[in-house]
C-alpha cells in the first residue's frame, strides 16, 4: 500500500492520541482501557478500509494479529498485562503488517531498556529518599514527602508501564516509515 500525505496524517495523529491516552493512563493507573482501544480498532480499520480499500482493511486485520502476537508470548509469561497486547495490535491494526512488525520489535527494544532502567531506578530509590531525607531532616518538607510518597506508592513497585514502550515504539515505527516526513519538511 503505498504511502501518501493524507494517509500518514490519518493515521499520525489518531494513533498517537491513542497511544498518549494508554501511556498515560497505565502511568497513572496502572490500566489500559478498552473503551478508549476498541473505538481505535474500529477507526483503523475504517481509516485503512477508506484510504486503501479491501487490500487496506486486510492490512490493518493483519497488522492487529502480528501486532498482538509479538506480545502474546510475553503476556502468556505474566510479563505483561492484557492491555498492553491489545495495544499493540491497535498499533499494529493503524500500521499494518510491516509497521505492526517494525512496531513490535522496537517495543521489545525500548521496552528492555527501560525495564532496566526501571529496576536500577528500584534499587537506588531508597539511597536517594535516605540522602534528600538526611539533608532536609526527616521532619522537613521534602523528606517528609518523599518518604510517605514511598509508603503510599507500594503498588508501583511491581508494575512496569510498558504502554511507555509501546508508546515509543510507535514512534520509531512511524519515523521509520517515515509518517513523520510531512511535519519535518
Known amino acids: 500500500m ?24 497505565d502511568v497513572l493507573e496502572h490500566r489500559i482501557y478498552n473503551s478508549v482501544l476498541l473505538p481505535a480498532l474500529l ?4 481509516l485503512n478500509t477508506l484510504l ?9 486485520f493483519l497488522g ?20 498492553d497486547v491489545k495495544l499493540l495490535g491497535v498499533v499494529g491494526a493503524f500500521l499494518g503488517t510491516k509497521g505492526a512488525l517494525i512496531a ?3 517495543t521489545l527494544c525500548f521496552g528492555g531498556v527501560l525495564g532496566i532502567l526501571f529496576v536500577v531506578w528500584r534499587l537506588i530509590e531508597p539511597i536517594v529518599i535516605a540522602h534528600v531525607a538526611q539533608i532536609a531532616g526527616p521532619d522537613g518538607p521534602p523528606g517528609r514527602r518523599m518518604m510517605t510518597a514511598t509508603r503510599a506508592d507500594s503498588a508501583w ?5 510498558y504502554a511507555l ?13 517515515g509518517y513523520f516526513s510531512p511535519v519535518l519538511r
Open 64 to 83: 492487529l494479529v502480528f501486532g498482538m502476537a509479538v506480545l502474546f508470548p510475553i503476556y502468556f509469561l505474566r510479563g505483561t498485562s492484557a492491555g
Open 43 to 46: 477507526l483503523a480499520f475504517l
Open 2 to 25: 503505498p504511502i501518501n500525505d493524507p494517509l500518514m496524517f490519518a493515521i499520525t495523529v489518531p494513533l498517537l492520541i491513542v497511544v498518549t491516552l494508554c501511556t498515560i493512563t
Open 52 to 60: 486503501a480499500g479491501l487490500p487496506g482493511l486486510l492490512d490493518s
Open 104 to 106: 513490535g520489535v522496537a
Open 165 to 177: 514502550a509501546i508508546a515509543c515504539g510507535t514512534c520509531y515505527a512511524l519515523w521509520h516509515l
Open 157 to 161: 513497585k511491581a508494575v512496569f508501564p
